[in-house]
C-alpha cells in the first residue's frame, strides 16, 4: 500500500524540515490523496502543503534532483485524473487561499490558486462584480483547478471559459526560475525570445513552430471547429495563432491562453489575476420543458439558443431518478410533472420578473410551435436557486445507481456544435445501443455538450476493456463532426491517449514538443495530455476481485453491506464546501480544511484499508480510526452528499468492530451508558449536582473521563420527567376537545436534565387540545449508537419497536422533544433491530415525529391557531440540530415558532454547532468544537440584542451556545408554551 521509494525516505524526511509548510508520507496521507473524482488510483509518493512560494521552489528542485514529479491539486474534483500520480501531490488548498488585489474601476482581482470560485464572488458581489465562469463544483472548485482544466460551467454560452478570463499568471518554471506571463506585443515577444535562460527558450520554441505555415495549417485543419467555445483537446495552440504575433491580427499575445487548461503540466501557478463582469440581471427564471425522448430535447436546445438564455442545461431520465433516492434533492424535484426522458432546463434574466417571464414566454411559444415537449413549468425566481441544486448534484447523484455498475466518466466531455448536437447524439445512442447501454446524459446542451456517461462495472475485466472501446469508437464519432473530446473536464489521463486521433499526429508531435521544451525533466504531473498510460490502467478496482463482504452488526444490505457503502463516494467534493455555502456537510472539514476530515476523504481510507485488508479484524486499522476520529457523527452527508454516503452509521459500525480487538474506552463506556449513570444519579440529585459542581470532585471527574476542563457537565434535575407526569399529568386542566392523542417519547435527556422542557412541552400539548400518553419504555440508544456500543443500542431498539409498533399510528403518532433520540427511529432502527423486528421497525418510523414536526403539521391542518398565542412582537433566531436538518426539516420549527402574530423568526445560517453529543465534551476535541462554532453561529448569537430569542431544539447545541457565548438558548417549545395567552 505504499509507493514510497526506500531511498528517498531519509531525503523526503530532510525536505519536511526545511518546509514552512508540511510534507507528509504516512499511509493515511498517501490514501487520501491516491484518487479524485476520476476512476483512476495511484498512492503518491508523498503530499505537501506548501505555506509559501519558496516551499514550492523547493520541491521543483528536489523533485528534479531525485527524479520525482510534482502533482498540483486544489479540491480534487478533477474527473479525467489530472490530480492522481505517483509523484509528490503538492496540495495548496489549505495554505494559498489569499485574495491578493482587487481593481473595481479596472474590474480585475489577484487571487492565489487555493481560492474557492464561490467565495470569491461573495467577496465581489458588494462591488457590483463577478468572476464569471460557474461550475456545478463552484461552491469548493478552486481557481487553480479551474485554469487547470480551463473550466466552463453553465453560462460559457454567455460568459465563456476560464481561458477567456485570465489575465495574467505568476509561475514557476520546471528549473525552479518564476515567470509571469500576461499580455504582450510582437516587440516584447521578441524580447522574451532573446532570453538566455529556459522561458527564453519556451518563447524561442513557440516562435519557431508557430512560425511554420504547414504547422499553422495542420492546427486549422485538425483542430475542433471554432464555433464550438468548449473545446479544450491538447495545449491551445489555436487561440495562440490568433495574435499579432503569429497573423495579421491586433490581439496581444499572451501565454496565459496556453497555460489555461494545460493541468499543471507545464508551469507551478502560484498567482492569477482575472478579468470580471458586472452581475448579471438581478431576477432570473428558469423554464424547465419536459420531453419524452432525448433527440426532442436535443432540438429543442437548437431552438432555445436562439433566444437569449444564460443557461442551456440537461438532465435526462437516469439522473431525474437519482435523485429520488436523494433525502435533500427529492425536496427540489416539485416542478417535475410526469415521468420524463429529459428535462431542459432553460434560465432567462431580467431586471425585473415580468421581463424574465416574457423571455421564457417566447420560448415556450416556439417550442410548442415545433411541437417539441409535453410540459414547460416556470420555476420563480424564489425557487431556481433549489432548482439549479438539483442539477448542479448530477455528478454525485449518479452514484446512486444501484449496484456495481456506476454511470462512468471517459466520454462525458465531449462538445460539438449546436447545429451538430442532434445528429450526433443520435448516432451516440446508436452506438451505445450496440453495447448494450443506455447511457446517462445531462449538462451543457447549449454549448453543444452533453455530459454523456456510459454505465460500466469496472471492477470487471470485460467492462474495463469496455471503458477503453467506447471512448475509442466515441472519439472517433466526435472526431467525424470535428468536435471535442475535451470540453472542460481536461484531458487527464483518460482521454489524453486519444489526442492523436483527434487532432492527428503531427499537432500531437507538436504538444510533445512544447511539454518537454517547458519541462525537459518530466516533472510537472506526467503522464497527462501527452505520453500518458492506456486509459483503463491504475483503475481504483484490480479486475475480477471479488468485492470483500464483512458481517456487521448495523445492516448495510441496502446497498451491498459497507464496502459498497463507501464506494458510493465518486469523489465529487460536495463536503469540501465552506460554511458561507450553508448547509452541514462536513462540520471538521470546514474548520480544519483538512482533507482527512471529509466524507470523502474518509470513504477513501475506508474503501482503500477494507478493500485490501489482510488482518484478522478488517477494521483493525489506526488509519481508519484516525480518519473517522473528527467525524462529529452530524448526518450533514446522509442527507447533503448527492451520493448518500451515510458515514455516521460507518463510524459506528467501525467503532463497534474496532472494540472488539482494542476493548471499549472508560469515557465511551460512561457516555453510552450516560442513562443508567443519570439514573443512580437521580436517586441523590443534590449530592450528585454537588460533585458535578464542585471545582475538585468535578475536575477529578473530568480528568478520569478526558472531558475538558473549559465544560460543564450537565446537572441532574431534582424530578424526573416521568415522576413528574405519573404526579401532575392528571391535575392538569382539561381541554375543551381533545383533538388527538400522542405518545411522548421520554428520552434519555428530556427525562433527567432537561425535565423543565419536558414539562412545558406536555403542558403546551395539553393546552392546545391533545392527549398526552407516556409508557415505560427503554432509552433511544443514541449515546451508545455513537459511541459504537451497537450490542446495547440494539438492546434498547428491539425493546421500543416491541413497545411501540402496534401501540401508534397516523392518528396517534409517537412523537419526541429531543432530536438526536426521536429520529434514531426514522433513521438508525430499521437497520440496527433484530432481523425478525425490522419490518415492525419500518412500519413505526412513518408513525414517529420530532415535537416540532407535528406542531407543524397540525399548524398546517388548522388545528392549532395564532388565537391561543400573544401579540406580543418578538425577534427569534433558530439554530437547527444537525440530525433535524438531515432527517426531517427546519421548516416545522420555523412554522411553530412563526405562529404567535408577531413573532418574526430568523434562521442562523449555520451548520452544526460542535458540541454533537459528547464529541465537544471530549478534551482532545474541544479546540475544534468551538472553532466549528465560531464559523457562523456563535458571532450569530452574539450580535443578537438582548431582547432576541435564541431558539435551538438540540440539548447539545444549547449547551454548546451556553459555553461558547454566556447565552441561554431555549427549545422551541419553550417559546411557545411562554407564548400562550
Request: charged share 25%; glycine share 6%.
Amino acid at each position: 500500500m505504499t509507493s514510497t521509494k526506500p531511498n528517498l525516505l531519509p531525503l523526503l524526511e530532510k525536505l519536511a524540515g526545511q518546509l514552512k509548510g508540511e510534507l507528509k508520507i504516512d499511509s493515511l496521507t498517501k490514501t487520501l490523496y491516491a484518487t479524485d473524482a476520476s476512476v483512476y488510483r495511484e498512492i503518491p509518493l508523498a503530499v505537501a502543503f506548501p505555506k509559501t512560494a519558496e516551499d514550492i521552489q523547493q520541491l521543483i528542485q528536489f523533485a528534479g534532483a531525485h527524479g520525482t514529479s510534482l502533482i498540483p491539486r486544489t479540491a480534487g474534483t478533477s474527473l479525467a485524473g489530472q490530480c492522481v500520480g505517483n509523484g509528490i501531490v503538492v496540495d495548496v488548498s489549505r495554505h494559498f487561499t489569499q485574495i491578493i488585489e482587487f481593481n473595481k474601476e479596472e474590474r480585475w482581482v489577484r487571487v492565489q490558486p487555493g481560492v474557492v470560485r464561490d467565495e470569491l464572488n461573495r467577496f465581489l458581489k458588494p462591488h457590483g462584480l463577478f468572476f464569471s465562469p460557474i461550475t456545478s463544483t463552484a461552491n469548493r472548485a478552486m481557481i487553480g483547478g479551474m485554469v487547470g482544466n480551463n473550466s466552463s460551467g453553465t453560462t460559457s454560452i454567455v460568459y465563456g471559459t476560464t481561458r477567456d478570463k485570465v489575465l495574467e499568471l505568476k509561475t514557476f518554471l520546471s528549473d525552479g526560475s518564476e515567470a509571469i506571463f500576461k499580455n504582450m506585443d510582437k516587440a516584447g515577444f521578441e524580447a522574451k525570445c532573446a532570453l538566455d535562460n529556459l522561458e527564453g527558450e519556451i518563447y524561442r520554441q513557440l516562435q519557431s513552430s508557430l512560425s511554420d505555415q504547414q504547422v499553422q495549417e495542420n492546427i486549422a485543419v485538425n483542430f475542433p471547429k471554432k464555433s464550438i467555445h468548449r473545446r479544450n483537446t491538447g495545449y491551445a495552440v489555436d487561440a495562440l495563432l490568433e495574435t499579432e504575433v503569429f497573423s495579421s491580427q491586433t490581439s496581444p499575445f499572451n501565454m496565459c491562453k496556453l497555460l489555461s487548461g494545460s493541468e499543471g503540466t507545464l508551469a507551478f501557478t502560484t498567482e492569477i489575476k482575472l478579468s470580471l463582469d458586472p452581475l448579471p440581471e438581478p431576477v432570473d427564471i428558469v423554464v424547465a420543458a419536459h420531453f419524452h425522448s432525448i433527440n426532442e430535447s436535443m432540438k429543442a436546445a437548437q431552438v432555445a439558443m436562439k433566444h437569449t438564455a444564460t443557461a442551456v442545461e440537461l438532465m435526462d431520465k437516469i439522473i431525474l431518478d437519482c435523485t429520488k433516492e436523494s433525502l435533500e434533492y427529492n425536496k427540489n424535484r416539485y416542478f417535475v410533472e410526469g415521468d420524463p426522458m429529459a428535462l431542459l432546463m432553460v434560465e432567462f434574466r431580467g431586471k425585473s420578473e415580468e421581463e424574465a417571464r416574457a423571455k421564457g414566454n417566447k420560448l415556450i411559444e416556439d417550442l410548442k410551435m415545433a411541437n417539441l415537449g409535453y410540459a414547460f413549468p416556470v420555476i420563480d425566481p424564489s425557487l431556481t436557486a433549489s432548482a439549479w441544486a438539483l442539477r448542479s448534484a448530477g455528478l454525485g447523484l449518479l452514484a446512486n445507481i444501484p449496484g456495481d455498475p456506476k454511470a462512468v466518466a471517459c466520454i462525458e466531455d465531449t462538445a460539438v456544435d449546436i447545429e451538430d448536437l442532434a445528429n450526433y447524439i443520435d448516432e451516440f445512442d446508436k452506438m451505445m445501443e450496440a453495447y448494450g447501454q443506455k447511457p446517462v446524459h445531462y449538462a451543457h446542451a447549449g454549448a453543444g455538450e452533453i455530459h454523456l456517461r456510459p454505465i460500466l462495472d469496472l471492477k470487471k475485466k470485460t467492462d474495463q476493456e469496455a471503458f477503453y472501446q467506447i471512448s475509442l469508437d466515441v472519439a472517433k464519432l466526435v472526431k467525424k463532426y470535428n468536435g471535442s473530446l475535451s470540453g472542460e473536464h481536461g484531458d487527464g489521463r483518460v482521454r489524453a491517449p486519444f489526442i492523436p486521433l483527434m487532432v492527428g499526429e503531427e499537432n500531437y508531435q507538436l504538444f510533445r514538443k512544447i511539454k518537454y521544451t517547458w519541462d525537459p525533466q518530466n516533472i510537472f504531473n506526467p503522464g497527462k495530455i501527452v505520453d500518458t498510460a492506456p486509459m483503463n490502467t491504475s483503475l481504483r478496482y484490480e479486475a475480477d476481485v471479488e468485492t470483500p463482504e464483512y458481517d456487521t452488526l448495523m445492516d448495510f444490505s441496502g446497498v451491498g453491506g459497507i464496502l459498497r457503502m463507501a464506494e458510493k463516494c465518486n469523489g465529487s467534493g460536495d463536503c469540501r464546501k465552506l460554511p458561507s455555502s450553508g448547509g452541514t456537510m462536513c462540520p471538521s472539514y470546514q474548520a480544519s480544511r483538512n482533507e482527512k476530515d471529509t466524507t470523502r476523504g474518509r470513504a477513501n481510507v475506508l474503501r482503500e484499508f477494507l478493500t485490501m485488508d489482510q488482518k484478522p479484524n478488517p477494521f483493525d486499522h489506526p488509519e481508519i480510526k484516525e480518519a473517522l476520529d473528527l467525524c462529529l457523527s452530524c448526518k450533514g452527508c446522509t442527507a447533503e452528499c448527492p451520493s448518500n454516503v451515510d458515514m455516521a452509521s460507518m463510524k459506528a459500525e467501525f467503532q463497534y468492530q474496532y472494540h472488539k480487538t482494542h476493548g471499549v474506552p472508560l469515557r465511551s463506556k460512561a457516555f453510552a451508558h450516560i442513562n443508567e449513570l443519570n439514573k443512580l444519579a437521580y436517586l441523590t440529585p443534590f449530592l450528585a449536582n454537588f460533585t458535578l459542581s464542585n471545582k475538585f470532585t468535578g475536575a477529578l471527574m473530568k480528568k478520569a473521563l478526558r472531558v475538558s476542563p473549559q465544560r460543564e457537565l450537565p446537572r441532574i434535575h431534582p424530578t424526573s420527567l416521568y415522576d413528574w407526569y405519573r404526579k401532575n399529568y392528571h391535575q392538569l386542566p382539561q381541554p375543551k376537545k381533545i383533538i388527538k392523542s400522542v405518545y411522548l417519547f421520554v428520552d434519555e435527556f428530556t427525562n433527567y436534565n432537561d425535565t423543565p422542557i419536558g414539562i412545558m412541552a406536555i403542558q403546551l400539548l395539553r393546552r392546545l387540545g391533545y392527549e398526552v400518553k407516556m409508557v415505560k419504555h427503554e432509552e433511544s440508544g443514541r449515546s451508545a449508537i455513537s459511541k459504537g456500543l451497537l450490542e446495547k443500542a440494539r438492546k434498547h431498539a428491539d425493546a421500543n419497536v416491541r413497545i411501540f409498533a402496534d401501540l401508534v399510528d397516523g392518528n396517534s403518532p409517537l412523537i419526541g422533544i429531543e432530536p438526536s433520540a426521536i429520529l434514531s427511529f426514522k433513521d438508525e432502527y430499521p437497520r440496527l433491530v433484530s432481523p425478525e423486528l425490522v419490518e415492525k421497525a419500518k412500519k413505526l418510523k412513518f408513525h414517529t415525529q420530532l415535537i416540532d414536526e407535528f406542531l407543524g403539521k397540525e399548524i398546517a391542518n388548522g388545528n392549532i391557531t395564532e388565537d391561543a398565542f400573544t401579540e406580543e412582537s418578538r425577534l427569534i433566531k433558530l439554530h437547527g440540530h444537525c440530525h433535524q436538518k438531515a432527517l426531517s426539516s427546519l421548516n416545522w420549527t420555523q412554522k411553530l415558532l412563526s405562529l404567535p402574530k408577531n413573532y418574526n423568526v430568523q434562521l442562523i445560517p449555520s451548520g452544526c454547532c460542535g458540541m454533537a453529543g459528547s464529541f465537544g465534551y471530549e478534551e482532545e476535541h474541544y479546540e475544534l468544537s468551538m472553532q466549528i462554532g465560531e464559523m457562523v453561529l456563535f458571532p450569530a448569537v452574539r450580535e443578537a440584542s438582548e431582547n432576541t430569542l435564541i431558539a435551538a431544539p438540540g440539548t447539545s447545541c444549547r449547551h454548546q451556545i451556553a459555553d461558547g457565548t454566556g447565552k441561554k438558548a431555549l427549545h422551541p417549545v419553550e417559546i411557545l408554551y411562554q407564548a400562550l395567552k
